[in-house]
């Protein structure tokens, strides 16, 4: 069984106040992430086995961002048709991966080998981490396809220690994902007049030394 990483050990006891203020409002995830997440578990799909992968990060207040992808893969690891496991070592080592690179886990994700994305007793019973705001992604069938966005996937929190299944809007509220890279050019044909400087706008203050440009 999944031993959970116990992060946040020396958090006081939550009362409601602090409930509030631990609470993970958002989680910003860039494409990278999702695209590298789903070839894990795609890895282990095609021989039809679940698989999970967890997601650390840095949180800013009621925010975190997504910056690290751990695929556990220790020998106290057995990916099996209906279950994955994560023994106590690999999930020790994963824990003190995360607190060496001061990161924090936000987020695991698991496939399933059908389309349904809920919670299994197990899964509500062995998380990897157990800190509130802690959430769930679930990818349907052993993560055959990648994911356009979260609407695709499982999307569960914990809140108050119970798994709440989250609705699609509740989903894009609480997790967002960035692309990771774009093709850019502009929409004027070569050589055509500009009305502008053609420089870059930026919606912040320009520091000291800045040329301007991001
Ligand atoms: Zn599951």
Redesign the pocket.
């Known amino acids: 069984m999944i031993d959970p990483i116990r992060v946040d050990k020396n958090r006081a006891a939550p009362t409601s106040e602090m409930h509030l203020k631990a609470f993970l409002r958002r989680l910003w995830v860039p494409r990278w992430v999702l695209d590298r997440t789903w070839r894990y578990l795609r890895q282990d799909g095609l021989d039809q086995v679940e698989s999970t992968v967890l997601w650390g990060g840095r949180r800013f207040g009621d925010e975190a961002v997504v910056m690290a992808v751990l695929y556990p893969c220790g020998p106290d690891v057995v990916f099996e048709r209906g279950v994955v496991q994560v023994g106590p070592d690999t999930t020790a080592e994963m824990g003190r991966w995360l607190r060496g690179q001061n990161l924090r886990a936000l987020c695991q994700v698991?496939s399933?080998p059908g389309s349904w994305t809920g919670?299994?007793p197990?899964?509500d019973a062995f998380p990897i981490a157990s800190s509130e705001g802690f959430l769930s992604l679930?990818w349907p069938r052993f993560a055959a396809q990648p994911a356009r966005s979260v609407g695709d996937l499982g999307v569960h929190r914990l809140e108050g220690g119970e798994w709440q299944e989250l609705s699609f809007a509740e989903a894009r509220t609480a997790i967002r994902v960035v692309e990771s890279e774009s093709l850019v050019r502009s929409h004027r044909p070569r050589g055509g007049q500009s009305d502008d400087s053609g420089q870059l706008r930026v919606d912040v203050e320009p520091h000291e030394g800045d040329d301007g440009w991001v």
């Open positions: 698991h399933h919670h299994s197990i899964d679930v």
